[in-house]
């Protein structure tokens, strides 16, 4: 079993519309949660790091789920320039090492 | 940006020769990171380094080392490369200034082929 497993997608939705990736990660001592952004043949960029209580920045809101041990990214109002994979990672509680899922591929189309 | 660069971007080697990536920061980060990745693999921790002269093996270290000499310079060295090196090279750092101590910031990539 992967440690930090994500839907590969890709998923494809209109301009405008709401859409939600889940991830989910298998080591419960897992202390911190990031969502990175990587566009095709670039490297990946941080895209915001997720919170105990859930965070929001724009469109995008990302929230965290200990007891189920799974993690969210919700984009609303996609933009063509949403596309792009979209990377799990969660760092363990064992220093600075992170972990990356495979990533979910997202196409926003016209 | 955080000043993060990664030299050559490409590179085109034969099976069986010595092979150096560099990566440089500009941040005084304390620690640097090597990744690879690979379609269907994600990105891997090949080794990583928490000071000068101070580095450890990530998850598919064989075949690789690294060194560290300055805080600024972070070298990737395949003794003796093979076909299965193909991949993309990422840098990485962490661990300065007001930026969350956890949060890595990447380098652009080397994109290297062994033929």
């Known amino acids: 079993r992967k440690e930090v497993e994500q839907d590969p997608g890709p998923f494809n939705v209109p301009e405008g519309a709401t859409v939600a990736f889940n991830c989910t990660y298998s080591?419960?001592?897992?202390?911190?949660f990031f969502w990175y952004r990587q566009d095709c043949r670039k490297e990946p960029k941080l895209l915001m790091s997720?919170?105990?209580s859930g965070n929001e920045d724009g469109r995008f809101t990302a929230q965290l789920n200990r007891a189920s041990q799974y993690i969210s990214l919700l984009i609303r109002d996609s933009k063509l320039s949403d596309s792009a994979t979209y990377l799990c990672?969660?760092?363990?509680?064992?220093?600075?090492?992170?972990?990356f899922g495979g990533g979910t591929r997202l196409m926003v189309k016209p | 940006d955080a000043g993060i660069t990664q030299s050559p971007r490409h590179k085109v080697t034969e099976t069986g020769t010595p092979v150096t990536l560099r990566c440089h920061q500009t941040?005084?980060?304390?620690?640097m990171y090597w990744y690879r990745q690979d379609p269907g693999h994600g990105l891997r921790l090949i080794h990583y380094?928490?000071?000068?002269?101070?580095?450890d093996k990530g998850e598919v270290s064989d075949g690789y080392s690294v060194s560290r000499s300055k805080t600024e310079d972070f070298l990737l060295t395949l003794e003796s490369a093979t076909s299965s090196q193909t991949s993309v090279y990422f840098c990485?750092?962490?661990?300065?200034?007001?930026?969350?101590?956890?949060?890595?910031?990447f380098g652009p990539g080397t994109r290297l082929t062994v033929t």
């Open positions: 990485a750092i962490s661990g300065q200034g007001q930026r969350s101590s956890y949060e890595q910031y």
């Open positions: 080591n419960s001592a897992s202390q911190s």
């Open positions: 997720v919170y105990s």
């Open positions: 990672v969660v760092r363990d509680n064992a220093g600075n090492m992170l972990t």
């Open positions: 941040e005084n980060h304390r620690y």
């Open positions: 380094s928490y000071g000068v002269k101070d580095t």
